[in-house]
């Protein structure tokens, strides 16, 4: 299983709206990821803004292309673009996944 984490930056503006926003996440944004092959899948957003993704999936390369090929991601993304900072595209092609240095199992 790979573990991937990955940082973005929430306008400080747009903090309160998008901590709302994925209260409920759509049900069936939800169902894309599982299928798709994102697990144990969580978003930390501190309060300046910097956002701390993390996800366990067996191929993230193929995760996110099986991702970014669903109707509701272009949905999704479409609408969560405007709340980041320093992006050039939609929020899920600006993942650049960090490089772990340490896991202890």
Same mark, same amino acid.
């Given at each position: 299983?790979?573990?991937?984490?990955?940082? #973005?930056?929430?306008? !400080?503006?747009?903090?309160? =709206?998008?901590? =709302? /926003?994925?209260?409920?996440?759509?049900?069936?944004?939800?169902?894309?990821?599982?299928? &798709?092959?994102?697990?144990?899948?969580?978003?930390? #957003?501190?309060?300046?803004? #910097? #956002?701390?993704?993390?996800?366990? &999936?067996? %191929?993230?390369?193929?995760? /996110?292309?099986?991702?970014?090929e669903?109707?509701?991601?272009?949905?999704?993304?479409?609408?969560?673009? !405007?709340?980041?900072?320093?992006?050039?595209?939609?929020?899920?092609?600006?993942?650049?996944?960090? &490089? =772990?240095v340490?896991?202890? %199992?």
């Amino acid at each position: 299983m790979q573990r991937v984490c990955f940082l #973005l930056k929430v306008r !400080p503006e747009r903090l309160a =709206e998008y901590r =709302e /926003r994925h209260r409920e996440v759509w049900p069936e944004m939800r169902e894309a990821l599982s299928s &798709t092959g994102w697990h144990n899948y969580s978003l930390f #957003l501190r309060d300046d803004g #910097l #956002l701390v993704g993390y996800l366990e &999936t067996d %191929d993230f390369e193929a995760a /996110r292309k099986a991702m970014a090929e669903t109707e509701v991601n272009a949905r999704w993304q479409a609408e969560m673009a !405007p709340f980041f900072e320093d992006l050039d595209g939609r929020p899920d092609e600006g993942m650049a996944p960090l &490089t =772990e240095v340490f896991h202890l %199992d």
